[in-house]
């Protein structure tokens, strides 16, 4: 059973930066993984994914502000941000799923998920 971790979350400035990371030991290298997050009160929204057939590929509203990188040999996958708003404070999941090849999978197609680590981002 793959299970994820997200330590790495946190208390931010507004313009700063924050890097949470997901530890999954024993991924797939053939699993896609992503980001979401969740506001209070909000839907859990995609923010980022990776995968070894499509790449890196973006929410709109994170373009620019978001970078996600895979270490295989450390069975991470990291969530670099910058320039934060307090709009994007937050509980940040990562999850994994089987690559079938596609850029975007809704919520609800991924199976494993971490349990979440809080972004908190003070104007």
């Known amino acids: 059973q793959l299970q994820l971790v997200e330590p790495g979350g946190g208390l931010v400035q507004a313009g700063g930066p924050l890097r949470p990371s997901c530890a999954a030991p024993?991924?797939?290298?053939?699993?896609?993984v992503c980001w979401f997050r969740q506001a209070l009160g909000g839907e859990r929204e995609f923010v980022a994914s990776i995968s070894w057939s499509v790449g890196r590929y973006y929410a709109d509203s994170m373009k620019g502000r978001v970078t996600i990188a895979r270490d295989n040999a450390k069975n991470t996958v990291d969530l670099q941000m910058i320039s934060l708003k307090p709009e994007d404070t937050a509980v940040y999941y990562c999850?994994?799923?089987?690559?079938?090849?596609?850029?975007?999978?809704?919520?609800?197609?991924?199976?494993?998920w971490g349990q979440g680590t809080q972004v908190t981002v003070s104007s």
């Open positions: 999850a994994a799923r089987p690559d079938t090849g596609r850029a975007y999978y809704a919520r609800t197609e991924y199976a494993y």
């Open positions: 024993g991924l797939p290298s053939n699993f896609a």
